[in-house]
Nanobody, 121 residues
Framework: QVQLAESGGGLVQAGGSLRLSCAAS????????MAWFRQAPGKEREFVSR????????DYADSVKGRFTISRDNAKNTVYLQMNSLKPEDTAVYYC??????????????WGQGTQVTVSS
């Protein structure tokens, strides 16, 4: 069993940056691929980024490509999402997830509780 806890969300002005962290406990993250998803009010949860367990593969949604960077520190059992050049449309609750390398939320076994990111214009 893996417990995930996101942190680092908050309120930021458009053009600003935030770094989200996802700390795992209960089991090492090293054998799981990790991903970030987000859900805006009234919208479905959408894929943001993913990173394979081997660190060889990573992928981003077109809407965040070039602005967001996913990384992980297996020694710290933590995954990060660096978000730069934030836009109001990035406002959402951001969730980290552990599971299979996929862009589908159904392929992830463990989820955090989410952290709110609000970008003001």
């Amino acid at each position: 069993q893996v417990q995930l806890a996101e942190s680092g969300g908050g309120l930021v002005q458009a053009g600003g940056s935030l770094r989200l962290s996802c700390a795992a406990s209960g089991r090492a993250l090293s054998s799981y691929s990790m991903a970030w998803f987000r859900q805006a009010p009234g919208k479905e949860r959408e894929f943001v980024s993913r990173l394979s367990w081997s660190l060889d593969y990573k992928d981003y949604a077109d809407s965040v490509k070039g602005r967001f960077t996913i990384s992980r520190d297996n020694a710290k059992n933590t995954v990060y999402l660096q978000m730069n050049s934030l836009k109001p449309e990035d406002t959402a609750v951001y969730y980290c997830a552990a599971g299979y390398y996929s862009g589908q939320s159904s392929d992830y076994l463990y989820w955090g509780q989410g952290t709110q990111v609000t970008v003001s214009s």
